[in-house]
């Protein structure tokens, strides 16, 4: 089955010749355990414009459907074949959703304090009910009460304290839509933040594995957070290390493949 994607805008600063319809084909191979029988052909097609005005010596900018400027293109004798390798990717899942993965085998290299932010950075940039942003977010780095919020773990979560970073993630639902149904949609919009903030992790190199295995009436009184505050999960953060100390039964998942319904 052909898929239609409709129309994407190919700016040209020179005189080319490129053609205004790319037909590509999407089968995730590498993706087997989670689409078994994913196998597309979809068609794009170009709207050309040119330009006088150039852009840094570039010769070609393709822009999505929401005005964004997704790639510039600077060598014209690669341009048809770059265009068609870009949209290919474009279309693929993005890499670093399938390489998240909550491992264990953490190591306590420090991480830059630079990288955090960035991390709380992408988190608020998730969307939320009136743009409402209920959450809230501790990053623990400092040893002493590092320690203190590790004590909170049951001896299921013996690997996490190893890491130099926990991120807690707090919201109330007062801060969010008041819903006609009593739903308590500030857990639903700070999920979508932690989604945010464990992707960027994954481009960073990090594991960022949340949790719910800890004591919260412990957590919170280290992190002074008020009672009528839920603490939702802690992240976990920290690069690859060993996982030779690692359960048997941890080792084995660290490794497995993950299997999505």
Partial sequence: MELYLGKYNLILFEKIDIPKKYKININHQKNEFFYKNLNKEFEIELEIHYSEKNDNNCIAMFIDPLGNVRKKFYSKNTLERDIKEFINNLFDIDENIYLRKSYRAISNKKIDSNLLDLLIYSAKLAPS?????????????????????????PGGNYWAKNSPAIIAVYAKKDDDCDLSDNREYFLFDTGMAVGNLLTQATKFGLIAHPIAGFDPLIAKKVLNIPNNYTLITLIVLGYYGNSSNLSEKHKETENSIRIRK
Avoid: G, R, Y
């Avoid at 809230?136 to 009460?145: M, S």
């Fill in 129 to 153: 009910c009136a743009n409402k942003q209920p959450w809230n977010f501790v990053v623990v780095t400092e040893e002493d009460k590092l320690n203190l919020l590790k004590e909170s773990l």
